[in-house]
């Protein structure tokens, strides 16, 4: 199969493209760019054969890499499933997602994740990548089998969900992970300092008479695993930041040279939590909306450079598990059918972020981190693409989501930038409007 697309603005952070230039994919791989495709006559005489996208005034980036999606399945499918996640995935304009491991049972051996993988390859439209869990059963007690899961093909390794408290099974952990060369994508928060905690430590928490979970919550877990990293130079890759001093931590450890990333989630780059209204679940999360002053160094991080990633943490729950109020509600929003729309809204259009950025955090940035030798469009490389209209407004509607999950605090928000389509291994797996 042949797809020519026509008239974007190719952004490639590989190669530092910013410009408008056709693409030509053939079977799995982009064949050519510009002229290229015209002087070899590769597109043919554009027959039956050959999809014709007009791409005029969009984006073309490298297929979008999602380091950070809860699939709840097996096990808790009634929240999400391999098949609804990896269709909502496409439509956000994901080729590629890394999903957590906290299922049931939690993805802890090697069997395990082989058996999502295999189903994943058959029931997502798109690629997932399944993660392995640090400990059995995400007990924080005893090491898994990293590496068997590491054998069986696992890219990453995570407790997502939870925080190993002990600090010498973490060491063990980080340096299994050294040793097998793959990162550990962290959640940082320390349980016993968070307890029963429902939103950021403010006022907002006293008017709602909720218990605060302060940013130390966050921060000591992250000090205490940038040092364990940098005693074993393992790879480690911290998940969802939140906080002004975690921008500052990993700016530091990038200083020293350490093999340091971190990611923001939309939310936290959008919404404070001044912005909660009452006791609305949709807004509770973990970790938790934080200060305005938190939420512009978050901007100025990703502006900078010292945050490498844009990641969903993509966390559907059934309504019922999101109607009560703060105190007694699931933590958790989904996000992979808005993460563009903020990303350009909040990032982009202020000129926080040009698009090329956004490509590279979307994209280029996280393929790195999982060494996938994608999030280009160099000629030869895999067809995973996707393509934005920036200038398109809307109302986010939840009630469209492809997820199951309808548990998010941006229903109603008027936003601008929608995915038109989206390319992976060579087939159009989504596409909003026709050409």
């Known amino acids: 199969m042949k797809i020519l697309i026509k008239d974007g603005r190719v952004l490639d952070p590989a ?36 999809a014709v996208i007009d791409a005029k005034g969009c984006y073309v980036m490298p297929g979008l890499i999602d380091l950070h999606v809860h699939l709840r399945d097996p096990g808790l499918e009634y929240k999400e ?3 609804t996640g990896g269709r909502a995935a496409a439509r956000g304009g994901f080729t590629t997602i890394v999903a957590m491991a906290n299922t049931k049972p939690v993805i802890d051996t090697p069997e395990k994740l082989q058996a999502v993988q295999e189903r994943a390859s058959v029931e997502s439209p798109i690629n997932v990548l399944q993660a392995g869990s640090l400990t059995i059963g995400m007990e924080g007690e005893e090491l898994a089998d990293i590496e068997g899961m590491v054998e069986a093909g696992a890219y990453v390794l995570s407790e997502d969900g939870k925080t190993v408290m002990n600090a010498q099974l973490f060491r ?15 959640h940082c928060e320390d349980s016993n300092m968070k307890s029963n905690g429902v939103m950021n430590d403010c006022e907002k928490a006293v008017e709602l008479g909720v218990k605060g979970i302060s940013n130390a919550v966050e921060d000591v877990i992250i000090a205490r ?31 020293e040279g350490l093999a340091v ?78 993460a563009v729309a903020l990303t350009v809204s909040e990032l982009v259009e202020p000129g926080i972020l040009t698009p090329l950025q956004m490509a590279e955090k979307m ?14 469009l160099e000629t030869g490389k895999t067809a995973d693409i996707t393509i934005i209209d920036p200038c398109t407004e809307y109302v986010i509607d939840k009630e469209t989501f492809v997820s199951k999950g309808r548990n998010t605090p941006f229903d109603g928000r008027k936003v601008r930038g929608k995915v038109v389509a989206t390319i992976c291994g060579g087939e159009i797996v989504f596409e909003e409007r026709s050409n």
């Open 261 to 338: 990333t971190g990611e923001v989630c939309p939310h936290h780059f959008t919404l404070t939590s001044d912005d909660i209204p009452g006791h609305d679940s949709n807004y509770k999360m973990a970790p938790p909306l934080r200060s305005s002053e938190d939420v512009k160094a978050l901007k100025q991080g990703l502006k900078d450079g010292i945050m490498d990633v844009i990641s969903t943490d993509h966390a559907p729950h059934a309504a019922k598990e999101k109607t009560s109020d703060m105190a007694s509600a699931a933590f958790g929003i989904v996000g992979l059918e808005t």
């Open 225 to 255: 695993d940038i040092l364990i990293a940098k005693e074993l130079g393992a790879p480690l890759h911290i998940c969802h930041c939140s906080t002004a001093d975690s921008v500052k931590m990993i700016q530091l450890a990038k200083e």
């Open 172 to 186: 063990e952990a980080a340096a299994m992970a050294a040793k097998n060369g793959i990162p550990i994508l962290d």
């Open 15 to 50: 190669t530092n493209t910013d410009e408008i230039v056709d693409i030509l994919t053939v079977d799995d791989k982009i064949a050519a760019r510009g002229n290229e495709i015209y002087d070899k006559d590769l597109a043919g005489n554009l027959d039956g054969d050959c």
């Open 363 to 376: 994209s280029y940035n996280p393929s790195k981190i999982l060494g996938l030798g994608k999030g280009s």
């Open 81 to 83: 499933t391999i098949a």
